[in-house]
């Protein structure tokens, strides 16, 4: 083979890979990319589904846990109510007479119990810095002292229950008021035992929601 076939040989050869090169380049490249991409999108895509149901799922615990929350407090409303509710109240008594068989003998409402205002339960201040920090304005000065003395707290009422039958039924009466719906606070239970019949005094105290 004489020197200028072989040269032709070698041009036709880079050709033919340089042809094989630009159609890996021009045709099998911008698929690969297209498939990078589509993968890169289905990873995003299954990100944000994941995210999503995590999402879904806080938000029906939430739910669930509302719901729960909602029970919750409607107990509190009913164990401290936002008044003083008597006739809710002595038809609980009522009840519970009923279930323990010890007559209701007496019922004694005493006097509420403010809750002590906040600026009782403040550290005093030094009375010259007060006096310089006093505002001039007495619209704001008076509007400053309703709030430094908002009531915190619950409203305490004093009550005295008490109930006649045997001693077994006294007690079962006790029992059932102390974890009866309306919380009752009981400072003291005397049960006298000592003649036919026993009577028993509960010294104590329901709260209300101040307003």
């Given at each position: 083979?004489?020197?200028?076939?072989?040269?032709?040989?070698?041009?036709?050869?880079?050709?033919?890979?340089?042809?094989?090169?630009?159609?890996?380049?021009?045709g099998?490249?911008?698929?690969?990319?297209?498939?990078?991409?589509t993968?890169?999108?289905?990873?995003?895509?299954?990100?944000?589904?994941?995210t999503?149901?995590?999402?879904?799922?806080?938000?029906?615990?939430?739910?669930?846990?509302?719901?729960?929350l909602?029970a919750?407090?409607?107990?509190?409303?009913?164990?401290?109510?936002?008044?003083t509710?008597?006739?809710?109240?002595?038809?609980?008594?009522?009840?519970?007479?009923?279930?323990?068989?010890?007559?209701l003998?007496?019922?004694?409402?005493?006097?509420?119990?403010?809750?002590?205002?906040?600026?009782?339960?403040?550290?005093?201040?030094?009375?010259a810095?007060?006096?310089?920090?006093?505002?001039?304005?007495p619209?704001?000065?008076?509007g400053?002292?309703g709030?430094?003395?908002?009531?915190?707290?619950?409203?305490?009422?004093?009550?005295?229950?008490?109930?006649?039958?045997?001693?077994?039924?006294?007690?079962?009466?006790?029992?059932?008021?102390?974890?009866g719906?309306?919380?009752?606070?009981?400072?003291?239970?005397?049960?006298?035992?000592?003649g036919?019949?026993?009577?028993?005094t509960?010294l104590?105290?329901?709260?209300?929601?101040?307003?």
């Amino acid at each position: 083979m004489s020197a200028k076939t072989r040269l032709w040989v070698l041009i036709t050869g880079v050709l033919c890979a340089f042809v094989l090169l630009y159609g890996v380049v021009a045709g099998l490249l911008p698929q690969l990319t297209a498939a990078s991409g589509t993968r890169s999108l289905a990873d995003n895509t299954a990100l944000t589904v994941e995210t999503q149901r995590a999402q879904l799922a806080i938000l029906q615990q939430a739910d669930a846990d509302s719901e729960e929350l909602l029970a919750e407090l409607a107990e509190l409303e009913i164990a401290i109510p936002v008044s003083t509710d008597w006739p809710v109240f002595l038809r609980e008594l009522a009840s519970i007479q009923g279930q323990s068989g010890a007559l209701l003998s007496e019922f004694v409402v005493g006097e509420s119990i403010l809750p002590e205002p906040a600026a009782a339960q403040a550290t005093p201040a030094d009375p010259a810095a007060t006096a310089e920090a006093a505002p001039a304005d007495p619209a704001v000065a008076e509007g400053a002292a309703g709030a430094a003395v908002a009531a915190t707290g619950l409203v305490e009422i004093p009550i005295t229950v008490t109930v006649t039958g045997t001693a077994d039924q006294v007690a079962q009466f006790f029992r059932l008021l102390q974890t009866g719906d309306r919380l009752v606070f009981a400072q003291s239970v005397d049960i006298d035992s000592t003649g036919e019949t026993t009577n028993g005094t509960l010294l104590g105290s329901v709260f209300v929601v101040p307003e």
